[in-house]
C-alpha cells in the first residue's frame, strides 16, 4: 500500500510538470502571437530580410532577450519538456522566432525522432536547414517534404518557397555571369527534379557559357530534338563562342587594351598598384572598402567585418554557398546588393559573397568578374594603372 501511494504521488508531480511547461510555452507563444505555422523563408521574410523601424528595433530586443533564456535552458528542462508534443513544438516555434537556427535543427530533429509524423516540426526543421546550409542542399529537403503528408496550405508554402528562391538565384547569377556558381547551385536541384525545365534550361546555359558543351548537351538531351528554346539556347551559346564573346572563354588578359590605343575615352576609375596588385576604392552601400581586383573571382567579395557596417535594408539574404577561396572550400553567404559605387558609376544589384576576415589578407574584398565584365579595362604601363570604362 505504502509503495503505491508512492507511485501515485510521482505520477502526480510528473502529470504536473508537464501541464506547467505545457501552460509556460503556450503561454509565451500566444503573448508573441505565434502561430503553429513554420515561417516561409522568402524576401519578406523578417529572418532574411530587415527594414529599421522602431517596431523592428524593439522585435529584436525581444529576440535577444529569448535566445538567453533559450541557452539558460538546462538539458533536463528541455527533456522535461519533450514529453508534452505541444509544448515541445512550441518551443521548437520559439527557437525560429528567436532565430537561433543550429539549435532549432537539433532539436527539430530531435522533436521528429519521438514524434516523427508531426509535419509542423518537419517544416521548421526545413527552416533551420535553410540558414545553416547551402542553400541548393536546403531546397532539395524542401523537395523530399512534398512527400511527405503535409496539409494543402503547407504543400502551397513549400512549393513557394522552391519557386521563389530557385528563379531569384537563377536571375541574380545569370545576371551576374556567375556561371560557375550557377551550376553548382542547379546541379543537385536536377537530380530530384529532373523535368523541370527552369532548372535544366539554366543549368545548359551555365555549362555552355564555360565552354563546357559536352555537359551543356547532355543537359539539352532531355528536350525533344525539335524543342524550340533549346534549340535556340545551344545556337546562341554556339555563336557566342564562334565569335569569342562569352566572357568565360576569354582570358582577362584579352580584353585589357594598352591605354595608347585609345586615349579619347575618360576612365571612370582609376586603380593603383600596390605590391604588384590593382586596388580599387569602393563604396558599397556607402561603406568605404578597398577592393583587391581579381579576375579569377566569378562574384565580388568583402570581408565580414565590413559586411556588419551595411545597413540591412540594402541587403537581401540569397543564401548559403559552397565556393572555393585560397584557403580552401568553405559555405558563405551571399548578398544582393542596393549598389556598388565606383568612380563615377553605380553598378545595382550585384552579388557580394561574405567572407571571414582572415580569408582575405590586408584588403577588405575582392572585385569579381560579375562587376569588372561590365568595365573594360587599358592598362597604362608607364603610370602602372589600370583604368576601368564602363561598357
Known amino acids: 500500500m505504502k509503495t503505491s501511494k508512492i507511485l501515485a504521488i510521482l505520477l502526480s508531480v510528473s502529470l504536473g510538470a508537464n501541464l506547467y511547461f505545457a501552460w509556460l510555452w503556450s503561454n509565451t507563444h500566444e503573448q508573441n502571437g505565434d502561430t503553429n505555422q513554420a515561417s516561409i523563408p522568402s524576401t519578406n521574410d523578417t529572418s532574411i530580410t530587415t527594414n529599421h523601424t522602431e517596431s523592428d528595433s524593439l522585435e529584436e530586443k525581444v529576440i535577444q532577450e529569448k535566445q538567453v533564456e533559450f541557452r539558460e535552458l538546462t538539458a533536463q528542462e528541455i527533456d522535461q519538456l519533450a514529453l508534452n508534443e505541444q509544448a515541445y513544438l512550441d518551443y521548437l516555434q520559439q527557437l525560429a522566432k528567436a532565430k537561433e537556427f543550429e539549435l532549432l535543427e537539433y532539436q527539430a530533429s ?33 523537395k523530399d517534404l512534398l512527400s511527405q503528408p503535409l496539409s494543402d496550405e503547407q504543400s502551397l508554402q513549400v512549393k513557394k518557397i522552391l519557386n521563389v528562391n530557385t ?13 560557375d556558381l ?33 555537359l551543356m548537351e547532355a543537359v539539352l538531351a532531355n528536350f525533344r530534338s525539335d524543342d524550340a528554346r533549346a534549340s ?11 565569335n569569342n564573346d562569352s566572357p568565360a572563354s576569354i582570358p582577362i588578359e584579352q580584353s585589357v587594351s594598352n591605354i595608347n590605343s ?16 590593382f586596388i580599387a576604392k569602393a563604396k558599397i552601400s556607402d561603406v568605404n572598402v578597398d577592393l583587391l581586383l581579381d579576375t579569377g573571382a566569378s562574384t565580388t567579395a568583402i570581408s565580414n567585418r565590413k559586411f556588419v557596417d551595411i545597413d540591412e535594408r540594402n541587403t537581401e539574404f540569397l543564401g548559403l554557398f559552397t565556393v572555393n577561396t585560397a584557403g580552401g572550400t568553405i559555405q558563405a553567404p551571399i548578398y544582393k546588393i542596393t ?21 582575405l589578407g590586408r584588403f577588405d574584398g575582392l572585385l569579381g568578374m560579375n562587376i569588372l565584365s561590365q568595365f573594360d579595362l587599358a592598362y597604362d604601363a608607364g603610370a602602372q594603372t589600370m583604368k576601368l570604362y564602363r561598357k
Open 110 to 142: 530531435n522533436f521528429l525522432r519521438n514524434y516523427p509524423t508531426n509535419t509542423d516540426a518537419m517544416m521548421l526543421e526545413a527552416l533551420a536547414y535553410y540558414h545553416t546550409m547551402p542553400l541548393n542542399v536546403a531546397l532539395v529537403h524542401y
Open 167 to 179: 528563379t531569384r538565384v537563377i536571375q541574380q547569377f545569370t545576371g551576374d555571369q556567375a556561371w
Open 182 to 214: 550557377l551550376a553548382v547551385f542547379l546541379e543537385p536541384l536536377v537530380q530530384v527534379d529532373p523535368t523541370n525545365r527552369q532548372y535544366l534550361m539554366a543549368l545548359a546555359r551555365a555549362y555552355g557559357m564555360q565552354s563546357q558543351l559536352s
Open 232 to 242: 535556340r539556347l545551344r545556337d546562341n551559346i554556339l555563336a557566342r563562342l564562334n
Open 262 to 277: 585609345d586615349n579619347t575615352r575618360i576612365a571612370d576609375l582609376t586603380l593603383n598598384q600596390s605590391r604588384g596588385q
Open 339 to 359: 549598389n556598388v559605387v565606383l568612380g563615377d558609376q553605380t553598378i545595382t544589384s550585384s552579388s557580394v559573397l561574405i567572407l571571414p576576415e582572415e580569408n
